[in-house]
């Protein structure tokens, strides 16, 4: 049975042969009627009618806060060398750039140790929150970046303890390899008000 096209078809340079074919423009063409929607941009089917086109709209900026306390981790004037916030908040959401199992100038806590690295890295983010007026049941995302994800994967069972009654979404990925070979994850965090 031949597909049939709700909306007319368009004026086309070349010839459509089958009904898939068919098929395929009708649906390219609803495509591009809901996206040209969406956007906010208006179209005239009368190719002598020029497209109008709409000014974007634009909020209310954001309210952005960007800083690195000192809460016994990596030295702030690291951060500030490189140009780069430990956390930054906009309006009521704060973001937390990558935590390490490090102190001073990037040395290793509990080296070798995932149950000790996870800790110590959780330590740091509840420091962090703090500072930011926020605490564990704010959080609503973390990612884990992880050298060794069996290591990791095997003490998971910190992080629940630690995200008990208020669990916030957990992405882990393994990567090759941290900054340091003796990192064995990177947690990025989310937090809300």
Do not use: C, W
Not at 92 to 114: L, M, Q, R
């Amino acid at each position: 049975m031949p597909l049939r096209n709700a909306m007319p078809a368009p004026d086309l340079p070349f010839t459509l042969g089958s009904s898939a074919t068919r098929a395929r423009r009708g649906l390219l063409s609803m495509a591009t009627t809901l996206l040209l929607g969406l956007s906010g941009a208006a179209f005239s089917a009368d190719p002598a009618t020029p497209s109008a086109t709409t000014k974007p709209t634009q909020g209310p900026a954001a309210t952005i806060k960007r800083s690195t306390p000192d809460v016994d981790y990596i030295d702030p004037a690291f951060y500030k060398s490189i140009n780069v916030s430990q956390t930054v908040r906009a309006n009521d959401t704060v973001y937390f750039s990558g935590i390490v199992a490090a102190i001073g100038n990037g040395e290793v806590v509990a080296k070798g140790d995932a149950a000790g690295q996870i800790r110590s890295v959780l330590r740091t983010l509840d420091r962090l929150l703090a500072e930011e007026g926020m605490s564990f049941a704010n959080l609503v995302s973390t990612t884990v970046y992880a050298a060794d994800i069996d290591a990791i994967s095997a003490q998971l069972a910190i992080f629940a303890e630690a995200f008990e009654g208020h669990p916030p979404t957990m992405t882990l990925i393994e990567v090759k390899r941290l900054t340091s070979p003796d990192y064995l994850l990177e947690l990025v965090a989310v937090a809300a008000l």
